[in-house]
């Protein structure tokens, strides 16, 4: 039998350096050759979101070089833009007062020295944050990117994001305008159902004086300390990233910082009014990034609200298991062809791959790969960095993909045909294409044959030296867009390794690097693909690449900046009416002691018996605090006659009532009386007077035993 023929359906392996004189690696798991079953419910939404983004980086790939696309570059530009945050943050402490008192008016009072600017480009810089990080949690998502291993980074950029929103919320608070107002009063209304306080957060926003300036403190001190925990979260989104790119390069901080003080000079951050409590139906500009809340929380119950919240938070956070379909496949490694290279542990995007103590195999050796599964991504780049076949993903192993590739050419060799050979990204435009798995074929490129790979990462320069060697006519290498790499650095890698660059290189001196042509097209561009490949095997010609002008891209770039800056300042100054009453409102409030007394009761003679003969009384008194008794009457009719318990796990704190009652404009007598005992004929605090409602605003009534009543 000739040496060809009898090493055939393994002819491609040993040439590869790894398994002559060693144990066999076992089996892989027999190929389907059908398109890999979708990993997560609802992959044809994903998709049709994940076009949307494609579609959007290839209109601004026509003008824009990826340097200066900021979409492409998503997360980089809201920690950049989140540093700008931080910076002018800390500056505004030169003029800002603390204090609720002071705080509407040190920041009123900033234009006057130059900080109106700092102040402005705080704001912008703050809403930049959080538009670029939702663009990037919803373009991960569409791209199925949060599943595996990728969990944790899913979780953790969700708490960043939370946590940012919290940062921005409490800062609008710290205004201590209209918006802030609004701010206090719903996160006292969401605050107020849990078991936190005794006395109710919203009786301190009920009137202008009420507002503790201690409270107003705690918020400044949130405001200031929380971004400490938003870091931690972003150190653990970032954790399992080898080599992450978590800030711009200079074109792209120029563009950001930029388009910032642009639209700080243009559009400069302003107060609305000043906070008046007992104001109704306020109007402001609402900033949708951080106040959007505002919106829903007026035309929802408590009750609703924390329901959308909680429920809402489960379902986005739990995404990678409840969405998940199948489970993401981990690569592994064979100890007996690990030859302690280290290339894949250097090549993993993912720091899924380390070196440790050997435990079997190659005993001149100190080392072996070993794959932590719960960084795993299955991306398949480890394949394509090791020479001995020792580590990939066991469904689709480096050899498995040669000896099939091997089989294809030898039949095309013995019908005397000599086919182009494409191996192509599954994530790329490549995965779009009809491809018969056990041929190769695909009825839209007559003359070519197709494998499709996890990853262009998993192409191993040595599975395309031995394609051409054994018969194919040129080799095509489909990948994602570099900037956009499904794996992040799988296009890298394949490029550097295909031109030399990375071991392990493509051998000049055993194939020509003219015969290989690398084409970037995401996965919405199949039929730009087809069309490449059939003009590339007719003349041979590979696909122009968009060239840009340095002035031409910084052009493009600046009006994009122009736009973007627009958006994020309309979007900061979208007119908001507060839902009106359909009249006026008296709020009552007070916060009041009842009567300390002993209430008694008999003992009755079954009590008596159970009880050892030294402890028996006719009679047993408890000190108690009587319950608060209230009455309110409007022009004479009564409108509320309750009582309300003492406070306390014991009972023996003081009773808190805010009641709020509609009323129609104008002026009205009102009469409120208060009891202090059990006795329901004692009203010990008692007041008469003639009001006048407004539709503007509500009349509160507020109620202490050394002051009396007041009104507001």
Not at 426 to 433: E, M, V, Y
Request: aromatic letters at 8%; hydrophobic letters at 45%.
């Amino acid at each position: 039998m000739p040496a060809e023929s009898a090493t055939a359906p393994g002819s491609l392996a040993p040439e590869a350096g790894g398994a002559l004189g060693h144990r066999p690696r076992p089996a892989p798991t027999p190929p389907s050759f059908e398109t890999p079953a979708p990993q997560v419910r609802g992959e044809s939404v994903l998709r049709a979101g994940e076009r949307a983004f494609l579609f959007v980086d290839r209109v601004l790939g026509r003008v824009l070089p990826a340097a200066l696309n900021p979409f492409v570059q998503t997360g980089a530009v809201a920690i950049t833009s989140l540093i700008v945050a931080m910076v002018t943050g800390v500056a505004l402490l030169l003029w800002y007062s603390p204090s609720v008192h002071g705080a509407y008016a040190s920041l009123s009072d900033l234009s006057r020295f130059g900080g109106g600017f700092v102040r402005s480009l705080h704001r912008y810089s703050s809403d930049a944050v959080m538009f670029f990080a939702l663009v990037h949690a919803i373009r991960l998502f569409c791209e199925r990117r949060f599943v595996g291993a990728q969990w944790l980074a899913w979780v953790t950029g969700l708490v960043a994001v939370a946590l940012l929103w919290f940062v921005g919320w409490t800062g609008y608070w710290l205004i201590w305008d209209v918006r802030a107002q609004h701010v206090a009063t719903q996160t006292a209304r969401l605050i107020d159902v849990l078991p936190i306080f005794a006395d109710p957060l919203g009786r301190a926003f009920l009137t202008d004086s009420g507002v503790n300036s201690l409270l107003f403190f705690v918020v400044f001190f949130l405001h200031m300390l929380v971004p400490l925990a938003m870091g931690v979260a972003l150190w653990l989104h970032l954790a399992r990233l080898a080599r992450p790119h978590f800030l711009t390069k200079m074109p792209m901080t120029i563009w950001v910082v930029g388009s910032l003080v642009l639209l700080s000079l243009a559009f400069p951050a302003l107060n609305a009014g000043p906070a008046r409590m007992t104001a109704l139906a306020q109007g402001f500009d609402m900033d949708v990034w951080y106040l959007l809340p505002i919106a829903i929380a007026d035309r929802l119950s408590v009750g609703a609200l924390w329901s959308l919240t909680l429920i809402g938070g489960v379902i986005v956070l739990a995404a990678p298991w409840w969405m998940r379909r199948a489970p993401v496949e981990v690569a592994r490694v064979d100890p007996i062809r690990c030859n302690a290279c280290m290339q894949c542990y250097q090549d993993c995007p993912y720091e899924a791959i380390a070196m440790v103590p050997r435990t079997e195999g190659r005993s001149r050796y100190a080392l072996q790969a070993e794959v932590n599964p719960d960084k795993c991504v299955g991306c398949g780049i480890c394949a394509g960095s090791c020479d001995s076949i020792g580590v990939g993903l066991d469904s689709f192993t480096e050899e498995e993909g040669r000896e099939r590739i091997d089989r294809w050419l030898r039949e095309s060799n013995g019908s005397g045909e000599r086919p182009n050979l494409m191996l192509a990204c599954t994530h790329s435009a490549g995965g779009g294409l009809e491809i018969d798995g056990a041929t190769g074929r695909c009825d839209e490129l007559p003359g070519w044959r197709v494998l499709e790979v996890p990853c262009a990462g998993w192409i191993h320069p040595l599975t395309i030296e031995l394609a051409l060697r054994r018969g194919a006519n040129e080799a095509l290498v489909v990948t994602c867009p570099s900037e956009t790499c499904h794996y992040r650095e799988g296009v890298k890698w394949t490029q550097q390794r295909l031109d030399g660059e990375r071991s392990p290189a493509l051998r000049a001196d055993k194939v020509e690097r003219e015969r290989i042509h690398v084409v970037a097209a995401d996965r919405a561009r199949t039929s730009f693909l087809i069309e490449t490949a059939r003009r590339f095997a007719a003349d041979g010609g590979s696909p122009a690449q968009t060239r840009h002008g340095r002035v031409s891209g910084w052009l493009a770039a600046a009006v994009l900046a122009i736009v973007v800056a627009a958006g994020l300042g309309a979007s900061t100054a979208i007119g908001y009416h507060a839902p009106a009453l359909p009249g006026s409102e008296l709020v009552v409030t007070f916060k009041h002691p009842g009567f300390l007394g002993e209430n008694c009761r008999v003992v009755t003679d079954e009590e008596k018996l159970k009880l050892p003969p030294h402890m028996r009384r006719d009679r047993v008194c408890d000190r108690a605090r009587a319950a608060v008794r209230l009455r309110v009457e409007v022009d004479g009719k009564p409108v509320i006659e309750r009582s309300y318990a003492p406070a306390g796990i014991w009972s023996d704190g003081e009773s808190v009532a805010v009641e709020r009652i509609p009323m129609t404009p104008g002026e009205h007598e009102v009469r409120v009386a208060i009891g202090e005992t059990s006795d329901p004929a004692e009203w010990k605090y008692t007041t008469d007077s003639r009001e006048t409602f407004a539709t503007d605003a509500r009349r509160v009534l507020v109620f202490d035993r050394l002051a009396g009543f007041t009104w507001h």
